[in-house]
């Protein structure tokens, strides 16, 4: 037998897949969120952390070079003859 304990925290934390795919599809439809939908972004808290302008230069630096790279890469596999 289930552990009882086990069970009502997997059904209280978890999903419920059904409402979740109804909410996406009609998100999907109208572009809007359904009436009554409960939103508990409020309970996330956004501090600003500042960063140094050396880190944002840096990582500005190393995002630029993945794209490019990404885009020769991917440029090599479109111009990939099939077999």
Not at 23 to 46: K, V
């Amino acid at each position: 037998m289930a552990n009882p304990v086990l069970r009502y925290l997997t059904a209280c934390c978890s999903v419920i897949w059904e409402r979740q795919r109804a909410t996406l599809h009609h998100i999907r439809a109208t572009g809007e969120i359904p009436d009554g939908h409960a939103s508990h972004d409020h309970l996330n808290e956004q501090n600003t952390v500042p960063v140094r302008q050396d880190i944002v230069d840096k990582w500005t630096s190393d995002f630029e070079q993945l794209a490019q790279e990404v885009r020769l890469s991917s440029a090599r596999i479109r111009h990939r003859k099939r077999r």
